[in-house]
């Protein structure tokens, strides 16, 4: 992958934006600014306030260090700087999408997640000659996990479907890389019963 334009446009396909972390804090300053105005004209007006005027306000913000327990404005500090903090993470960290990125040659290609369970989940059936429906595969950003369900008395090794597995993922050469963590459940003797 050499071009800076297909970069941007495989980013742009595993990456989602942050536009409803946005939308909420835009909604959030537009209303706490919409009543700060209201507060203000109301006061300009000579009417009461809704809940507190700006010069009761100012007098509450000057004296809450000394009006409060220290305890209270210590915790309510802490969680002021919580979402403050959230809010900056939101910003800076990228979204993620169920996609990845599988290097064909010098192309990129995106591929779903559900593509990458349903296409490996086959190979494996494939291979170690189970029913299709007794093997669950499912794909996240870094790991990928497969639950084999043989039935009674059918001989079958972890460490086979996992070498199935691994070779069958390296072929796709991912991007992010995925670790591969293989389940082999075997059936209780209650639903033999």
């Known amino acids: 992958m050499s071009s800076p334009a297909l970069r941007r446009v495989v980013r742009r396909e595993t990456h989602s934006p942050r536009t409803v972390a946005m939308f909420v804090a835009l909604i959030l300053l537009i209303l706490a600014l919409v009543y700060i105005g209201t507060e203000i004209v109301l006061h300009l007006l000579s009417q ?45 960290t ?17 591929v779903d997640n559900g593509v990458i369970a349903s296409a490996l989940a086959q190979h494996i059936s494939d291979e170690i000659g189970l029913p299709r429906d007794r093997i669950t595969v499912g794909v996240a950003h870094r790991t990928v996990d497969v639950t084999v369900r043989p039935g009674a008395g059918v001989p079958l090794e972890q460490n ?29 003797e209650s639903e033999l019963a």
């Open 48 to 92: 009461p306030a809704l809940l507190l005027g700006p010069a009761q306000a100012l007098a509450w913000v000057v004296g809450l260090p000394t009006a409060q327990p220290p305890a209270l404005v210590v915790l309510g500090g802490a969680v002021i700087a919580i979402v403050g903090l959230a809010f900056v993470v939101l910003a800076v």
């Open 160 to 188: 086979r479907v996992r070498e199935v597995a691994d070779r069958e993922l390296a072929e796709y050469r991912l991007i992010p890389s995925v670790k591969t963590r293989v389940r082999v459940v075997r059936p209780s």
């Open 94 to 110: 990228p979204g993620r999408l169920s996609k990845h990125q599988m290097q064909w040659g010098e192309r990129a290609v995106v």
